[in-house]
């Protein structure tokens, strides 16, 4: 057959761009946009106004965050393919958006002060950092191979150079370069895995994945297996899952705090809106096949991720071990994989991104040099210096250990719960013990911000006084945290909406 | 396309993937390192390729595009950050890059 027989048979299969599918993909383009415009305007805007930019992003951000929660409304439960197959849009995808452009919205608006007294305010800052909030709402609403991997390398790029943002900075540089070769070797992992899948189905959108997958379930082939882990093992360096953690300490501590802030919550979400599409939905008929890797990987992190956590003496290092360990608390709901898993997820991750912020934020707020700031010693005595900055992130500390009635206690009680419905009573055990050590921790931080100053450090402050924008989004956060761990019955009943939507495909094929 | 080059292509290309991985695991300057994964991206591509040929689908092709174009633009950011770390270490072993540990 010649190129010109196999073009011809594929061209009726090709669907040009419609109206529509712009119109049910605005959310994701406005942003994707926004970035191409800031760095126009970055060119224009002179060094000295450079918080107008910041203005501007908010404002993009703001723009597709009203389009989401339209969509949400008027898309109701249905899954509608764009771009022939090569996004869904649907609830799934509109609840990731909300979430990751929540961390963008408090990371831009903490922003302009921070990098004002850090002397990096570069105007590139928030280029990338809408790129990497395109490529991250893209994956949430990715529904083809292809897709997936495109919007993981927009967001990585985007992340290896906000990771080396400070430029004269030697742990920063390192930062970005670390993660840049480790996340090219995951990509290229995670880019077999992907071939070996397309290869063994002869399809890269999911859903026509998924019914070659269930037709043949006698006879799975090893290739379409091997296919699975490599694609697996991509997807856990991302979300950093242990094995896969060990960029996560070294770049979460070299990183500006705004990017550490920004990466460390919105990159999860995106990853794991990526797992669940491909995992729990595409490659459920396989679950027997992929279970006990997926529990294996969750068990390791959980333990991991908690007990380094414990020797950690820079909040920033503590929080990415905790990271990795609460990726382990979301993996139970993967490897459950019933349908209250995933809504337990959903709720996980809105806890997760809404807490882990608010600790870091509450040290970018105050930070005077971002390696002075986020070690323990120099956290000492800040409740009585800042009072209302200490209080925000003992609170959100309090979330991640899993105080109720906190946003954070919710998500790992319906992860906890729906583990226990589905007869995985060890995986449950397991998370509640090692959430048991993990309380040491936190804890710790919170006992050392209400300790005194030490004394042979008396007049060496090294913080400065909150910037009232700031002060004012954390709270925000912060209050959310806790308005929305009292009414949980709203955050649960957005992620049952959002978990219906991504099986609806499933529930009516 | 006969089986017998499609098994060829498959095998040379999963060849190619592991070359790229060892060199990643085992070398120590940042420059190979990188070159090792360019070498997996590639060899990725020839698996693709070789698939949509033995599918007769053109969605091999198309993904083996985005890799190239993807490839291209992981090489502009990561000699840009090479260079910037060899001025602010005048260094290029990774090893030495130990900044932060535990």
């Given at each position: 057959?010649?190129f010109a027989h196999m073009l011809a048979a ?57 389009v989401t929660v339209i969509d949400w409304v ?215 096949h992929w279970e006990v890797a997926v529990s ?214 | ?102």
């Amino acid at each position: 057959m010649t190129f010109a027989h196999m073009l011809a048979a594929t061209l009726p299969a090709l669907q040009f761009p419609s109206g529509a599918d712009v119109v049910h993909l605005l959310p994701e383009l406005i942003v994707g946009g926004g970035f191409i415009v800031t760095m126009v305007l970055d060119t224009l805007i002179p060094p000295s106004r450079k918080s107008w930019l910041a203005a501007w992003s908010l404002l993009v951000l703001l723009a597709s965050g009203a389009v989401t929660v339209i969509d949400w409304v008027t898309v109701g439960g249905q899954q509608i393919s764009v771009y022939a197959e090569s996004f869904s849009y649907d609830r799934f995808g509109l609840f990731i958006n909300a979430l990751i452009l929540i961390a963008a919205i408090f990371v831009v608006a903490l922003s302009p002060s921070y990098l004002e007294r850090q002397k990096i305010h570069h105007g590139e800052f928030y280029s990338l950092i809408l790129a990497a909030s395109a490529g991250m709402m893209f994956l949430g609403s990715s529904e083809s191979l292809m897709m997936v991997f495109l919007s993981i390398e927009v967001l990585s790029l985007a992340l290896y150079l906000l990771s080396g943002f400070r430029r004269g900075n030697t742990k920063s540089q390192e930062a970005g370069f670390k993660y840049f070769l480790m996340g090219g070797f995951a990509s290229a992992i995670l880019l077999m895995g992907m071939a070996l899948v397309y290869g063994e189905t002869g399809h890269t959108q999911l859903p026509a994945i998924a019914q070659v997958v269930a037709a043949d379930l006698q006879s799975v082939d090893p290739l379409l297996l091997t296919g699975i882990v490599l694609v697996f093992v991509g997807l856990g360096f991302k979300v950093s899952a242990a094995p896969f953690h060990m960029w996560t300490p070294d770049v979460y501590e070299g990183a500006p705090l705004a990017v550490t802030a920004f990466m460390s919550v919105a990159t999860k979400v995106a990853a794991f809106a990526a797992i669940l599409r491909i995992f729990s939905v595409a490659l459920t008929p396989l679950y027997t096949h992929w279970e006990v890797a997926v529990s294996a990987i969750s068990i390791l992190s959980m333990l991991i991720g908690n007990l380094v956590a414990l020797r950690q003496t820079n909040i920033k290092r503590m929080l990415a071990y905790s990271g990795i360990a609460q990726a382990g608390y979301m993996l139970i709901g993967v490897a459950v994989s019933g349908s209250a898993a995933i809504a337990g997820v959903l709720v996980y991750l809105a806890a997760y991104t809404l807490s882990t912020f608010g600790v870091l934020a509450g040290v970018m707020l105050v930070a005077k040099g971002d390696d002075d700031s986020s070690s323990y010693r120099s956290l000492r005595g800040l409740g009585h210096a800042h009072p209302y900055v200490a209080a925000m992130m003992a609170l959100s500390l309090l979330s991640l250990a899993g105080f109720p009635p906190l946003l954070g206690f919710w998500g790992k009680f319906f992860v906890f719960t729906s583990a226990i419905q589905n007869g995985q009573i060890a995986l449950a055990i397991w998370g509640v013990l090692t959430s048991a050590i993990s309380i040491f921790y936190y804890i710790r931080v919170i006992l050392i911000l209400y300790s005194p100053q030490e004394s042979e450090q008396g007049g060496t402050v090294s913080w400065l006084a909150p910037a009232r924008v700031g002060a004012v989004v954390v709270g925000l956060g912060v209050a959310a945290t806790v308005v929305l761990g009292v009414f949980v019955p709203v955050v649960y009943h957005l992620a049952l909406s959002a978990r219906d939507a991504l099986l609806v495909r499933i529930a009516a094929p | 396309m006969s089986t017998g080059d499609f098994q060829f292509l498959l095998f040379l290309g999963t060849l190619l993937f592991m070359i790229g991985a060892t060199g990643v695991l085992i070398r120590r300057n940042p420059l190979v390192i990188f070159m090792s994964i360019e070498l997996m991206l590639n060899s990725v591509n020839l698996v693709l390729v070789a698939y949509g040929r033995a599918l007769n689908s053109l969605a091999g092709q198309v993904f083996a595009f985005m890799v190239i174009v993807v490839a291209a633009a992981e090489v502009v950011v990561g000699l840009a950050m090479v260079t910037r770390v060899f001025r602010a270490e005048h260094t290029l072993d990774v090893d030495r890059l130990d900044e932060m540990k535990d």
